[in-house]
Structures are given as C-alpha cells and as structure tokens.
C-alpha cells in the first residue's frame, strides 16, 4: 500500500466563460461534468461538447492534463456520484472537475481503484459538498507490480464489459416501456390520437366538444390555477410546520418528502403546495424527463417548493389524475420543449404556455374513467419498470464488487493464488 500523492498529482480546473462555449472544434477539447453522460463516455470521455484553442487555453489558464489522466467531478451532488473519467487525449477541463494525473501507476488501474472510493470519505462539510484535495491525495492505494496492474485492468476490461452490456440492454429495456407508457397515456388522453387504442370503445362518448379537427379545446387557465399567487415567505407564521421540497424532490409520480429542508435554509421564492396539485418542473431536462407528480398524502410538515416548479391547482371542472397524466402525455412534453425560452442548459418553460395549453376536455365521469383505465395499465407498466431497475442495481452492485476484489487481490486474476 502506498499513499495516492506517491503515484499520482491532482490538478484543478479553470473557468469556462459562455463567451468561449460552444466550439465543435479546436486543439483540445473543454471537459465539463455534463460530458461524462454522453453515451459512450461512460468511462473514457471520447465526446465533448465544448473545444478551445492552445491559445484560449492559455488565456483561460486552463490546466492541460495528458491521455490517461482520471477526472473526478469535486463539487455538488455529483461528486458524490462518484463519477470517474479517463480523458483519451490531452484535454482541458472547468474548475468543476479535479484530475488525478498518474505518473507511477496504470492509469486504466488508476481508475479502476478510484471507482472504489466512496467521495463522501473526503467531501467537505457544508451546503454544497465539495473536494478536499489534500484528503485525496493521503488516499492509501494498493498498488502492486506492473505487469500485475496489467493484468488486473485486462480481466476488468473484460469482465465489466460483459456487465456493462447486459446494463445497457435492460436500461434500453426500461426506455421501450417508459416509451410505451408515454404512448398509452397519450392515446387515452387525446382524443384526436386514442383511436383503436380507446380501451374496450368506452371512451367513445362523453367529449365536451365534437372529435373533429374543428373541436376548440379549452385552454388550462379556465380549468385550473396555474401558479396560483402565495403570500409572501415572511407571512407565514413561525408557528406553522413548512419546509422547503427543493427540485430534486420531484420524481415522475412521486414527491420524496425526504428531500425536505427547513424553512429558515430558504432566503425567498416558493411556491405554496397542497393536496391535490399538480407539479411540473419549469426547466430542462427535469422537464423533459417528465418530472411531473400529483400531490397525495402530503405530511402535514410540506408546504411549499421551489419556483423552478409549476403548479397547477385544479378546479371541479377538471379531475386531478386525468390533468397529471394530460401532463404526463407526449403532446403537452413535445409542445413544452418546443416553446422553452433561456439560455442551454437552463431552459425554462413559460408560465403563458403552461396557461394557454389547450386541454382536451371531457366530462368528470369520462375523465374518471381514464384515469382509472390508466392507473391500472401504467402501474403494470412501472412494476415491471421497477422490477429491471432492481436488476440493474444489483448488476452494478456485482461490478463494484468485482472491481474491489481484484484491485484488493481478494480474487487472483495473474495466476497467483489470491
């Protein structure tokens, strides 16, 4: 065992103005976390978004690290996602990511090791987790012959491969159901698409206008609230149980009332919540992953949410399921990302759209009646979805551990006994 900073320095990143974003091409490319979800670069980052010129670099002051070097995300949540990224030719990189560069270790086992470290052993405390270099560089490495390290990265190789692939298969598996489910819905809810997919004909009355291209549905403000105005964070009486549900509490069809932070870590702007609204992310890409919910069994302790959030407060005109799965449909998310306004990457979608969105309308009793219908067929939908995502936890779980145990030398992969 040996001490990282004896086999490898870290280095940081530089800032990465908007002035210089954007470039397709140039002398090296500008890695930032956003790049190590490209598909492909699930450990060596073979796409970039963003290149610079050796000129901009050194205008920039950007650190150049060399092939091989391992990037690791130092701030935020994803830091502690534990993300590592070999860099496959000399590469530029934000003040976002911290580089391992390694001088006496295989960089390929480099990685490999470093997917074993959990970072929240060297994140430092606060809001906002983020790397504490020195604690990284005091890392004890298990490090062992050359030839050794070769080995063990080669049987990796091929081992998490095998892995990986059967991981992508059932992760496209999950895309082809939420596909389907998003089509089921949309189907039901639209009555220009549902067709021979109307369940049993029983939708086939009940419109409150005629199914012609000439219908004028109903626009959204006339049957719900749409961002219904709140009275003012400093209203609210200090006797009374609210806390703040951040973004990231927002799931498709669920609220993690986990997430919940107290009122006082709120400066201002939120928005008041109560049982029975519907929330839709303003921004991409919660937005377009359709981060919508219906507010059920909220605690008593909830109340209010971040402004990145619409919410739509229904009316007796309109059934609160049957509007969360019109939000849930393709026609409303393919309008909604059509008509997002802002800069990329923090898109938004407008507040007007959102109120002027057309809603198909039907009487209560029908849109009941889709409701349930989808209820029933997208819960067989999300079991199985649910049931392969279990799959995939385990697989990655298997790979983890295959990984710890041959950089431990709990399994022998070079011959020798373990």
């Known amino acids: 065992m040996t001490t990282l900073r004896r086999v490898a320095i870290t280095t940081g990143g530089a800032g990465f103005p908007h002035a210089h974003q954007g470039h397709e091409s140039g002398d090296l490319p500008f890695v930032k976390v956003s790049d190590f979800n490209h598909v492909g670069n699930e450990t060596m980052i073979t796409y970039c978004n963003n290149w610079v010129t050796e000129e ?16 690791l ?49 060297f994140a430092k405390p606060g809001p906002v987790p983020s790397m504490d270099d020195g604690a990284v560089l005091n890392l004890r490495v298990p490090v062992v012959f050359p030839p050794v390290q070769r080995a063990i990265t080669d049987y990796l190789d091929t081992e998490t491969a095998r892995i990986d692939a059967l991981i992508s298969k059932k992760r496209r598996l999950v895309e082809l159901l939420q596909e389907r489910r998003r089509a089921l819905i949309t189907a039901a809810v639209d009555p220009d698409r549902h067709n021979d997919q109307d369940p049993s004909n029983t939708y086939a009355d009940g419109w409150l206008q005629p199914r012609n291209h000439q219908r004028r549905p109903a626009r959204l403000r006339f049957l ?90 229904t009316s007796p005109m309109i059934n609160a399921r049957y509007l969360h799965y019109l939000v849930s449909s393709q026609t409303f998310l393919s309008g909604g990302e059509a008509r997002m306004i802002g800069v990329a990457g923090q898109k938004r979608v407008p507040d007007q759209w959102i109120r002027d969105y057309p809603v198909p309308v039907a009487d209560l009793t029908k849109q009941r ?38 950089v431990t030398g709990k399994i022998a992969v070079d011959g020798s006994s373990a």
């Not at 950007?62 to 091989?68: K, L, R």
């Not at 502690?80 to 270790?105: C, E, K, M, T, Y």
Request: proline share 7%.
């Open 369 to 406: 009646m889709i409701a349930d219908y989808l209820d029933t067929e997208t819960a067989r939908i999300d079991t199985l979805v649910a049931k392969i995502a279990r799959t995939v936890e385990l697989l990655q779980e298997r790979r983890s551990a295959l990984i710890t145990a041959a």
């Open 56 to 71: 901009t670099a050194r205008r920039l002051r950007a650190t150049v690290v060399p092939a091989g070097s391992v990037l």
């Open 224 to 313: 719900a609230d749409v961002n219904p105005a709140a009275p003012g964070w400093e209203s609210i009486p200090d006797h009374q149980p609210l806390t703040f549900l951040p973004l990231e509490a927002v799931w498709p069809g669920r609220m993690d009332y986990s997430r919940q932070r107290p009122k006082d870590e709120v400066a201002s702007g939120y928005t008041r919540f109560c049982e029975g609204d519907v929330v839709v992310p303003k921004i991409t890409p919660t937005f377009e992953a359709d981060r919508s919910t219906l507010i059920t069994g909220m605690p008593t302790s909830v109340g209010t949410g971040t402004t990145e959030l619409h919410v739509i407060r």
């Open 73 to 121: 995300p130092k701030v935020g949540a994803a830091l502690l996602g534990n993300a590592r990224r070999i860099v496959s030719q000399p590469s530029a990189f934000d003040n976002n990511i911290l580089a391992v560069v390694p001088h006496d270790i295989n960089s390929r086992y480099l990685h490999y090791w470093l997917t074993t470290v959990d970072a929240a052993r």
